[in-house]
């Protein structure tokens, strides 16, 4: 076991989220670290693991007392729209991860290691583990495989002092050997090598493993061999704890429209997809209508003096027509929508300059 992992676990715990929803004062608000998790785990209690690829996301998770934190290579499918997770690169996660850590000062903070970034050798492995943790901030990383060479490369990164998450059953990243994203361990020949590779990555140094997509009696196998935790998605419920993707438990792509669909293995424990839809429909037909923005959404002021200033200031320079304009939405309460034609008025002289505020940036 890494034995630097506590202590880099530690990094971000002083992390400001200004603006964001803090957690609840309780037991879920301390800080989860490697260590804190593997007494949760010698404890019996299920241990919780969410993906997050952004600041907002992150925010979410972390007040929902969620245990671990998972910054997926999943990002190049729900943040970036690619059909799978081999496009996104090594400094697209550390982006992500950047994000993910000012969002979530609670959790524990997972970095995946994206394909490409460690196959090559385990000192190429131990290079961008190092990047993930220095640049990117994350407590461990997470990498997938559990033939030789990968459990080498997590006994590399983990002799190297950064903890180990390994990943076996489905794994994404091979998805050209596997033939597609194919639920694992469905024979006795394939269901024993799911668990020795997840015995080898223990031995490997790895605090814990996912089990993607394999048989319940596969993953309760897994579970009962290994003394680390298992984290499970698509693989039952006798796995020490469980993953999901953000988007998928929130529903965030349910609808007719979108191609995106929600694996089966997964339950929605939510419709924000909808929510979102709704909510965006209602923006645009209010727009469309002039109802938004109305006076409780306009709320800086200029006083009758400083309008009246500003009209002759406007006509001192030729633009006779915006003086209208103002003081007609002065006249009106502010509540009236001022149309622009977008041509020279009578008396405008467009040269004359540009009247611009320096209102909030969008």
């Not at 002083?14 to 593997?38: D, F, I, K």
């Not at 690619?82 to 690169?89: K, M, R, Y």
């Amino acid at each position: 076991m890494a034995g630097g992992a506590p202590a880099a676990a530690e990094q971000h715990a002083g992390v400001h989220r200004p603006g964001g929803p803090r957690p609840q004062e309780s037991a879920a608000a301390r800080r989860m670290t490697v260590t804190t998790l593997r007494g949760k785990h010698h404890r019996g209690e299920p241990i919780s693991m969410v993906t997050a690829y952004d600041y907002s996301s992150a925010v979410h998770v972390d007040s929902a007392g969620v245990d671990v934190v998972l910054v997926g290579d999943s990002a190049a499918m729900v943040a970036h729209g690619h059909d799978n997770t081999l496009p996104v690169s090594l400094d697209i996660m550390l982006q992500h991860c950047r994000a993910v850590v000012r969002g979530a000062p609670r959790p524990l903070v997972v970095g995946d290691l994206p394909f490409g970034s460690y196959e090559s050798s385990p000192a190429q492995a131990v290079e961008s583990a190092v990047r993930l943790m220095k640049e990117g901030g994350v407590d461990a990383v997470k990498m997938e495989g559990g033939a030789a060479s990968r459990v080498g490369a997590a006994r590399a990164i983990v002799d190297a002092g950064i903890a180990v998450m390994g990943h076996v059953g489905l794994t994404p990243q091979a998805i050209s050997v596997l033939g597609g994203f194919r639920a694992q361990g469905k024979t006795v020949n394939s269901a024993l090598k799911v668990v020795e590779a997840a015995l080898a990555l223990q031995d490997a140094g790895c605090f814990a493993v996912v089990l993607e997509c394999v048989p319940a009696p596969v993953a309760a196998a897994a579970t009962a061999a290994l003394q680390i935790p298992t984290i499970g998605i698509g693989a039952g419920p006798l796995c020490s704890g469980q993953v999901l993707v953000y988007h998928d438990l929130l529903g965030m792509f349910q609808s007719p429209d979108h191609s995106k669909v929600t694996p089966k293995f997964c339950k929605q424990f939510g419709d924000v997809g909808a929510v979102i839809g709704k909510a965006l429909a209602e923006y645009r037909q209010q727009v469309e209508a002039g109802s938004f923005p109305g006076p409780d959404h306009t709320p800086y002021k200029m006083s009758p003096v400083g309008v009246a200033v500003f009209a002759d200031a406007l006509r001192n320079i030729g633009l006779d027509g915006a003086a209208a304009a103002a003081a007609a939405a002065a006249d009106a309460g502010k509540t009236e929508k001022i149309v622009g034609d977008g041509k020279p008025h009578e008396g405008d002289n467009i040269n004359n300059g540009i009247l611009s505020s320096a209102g909030a940036a969008v």
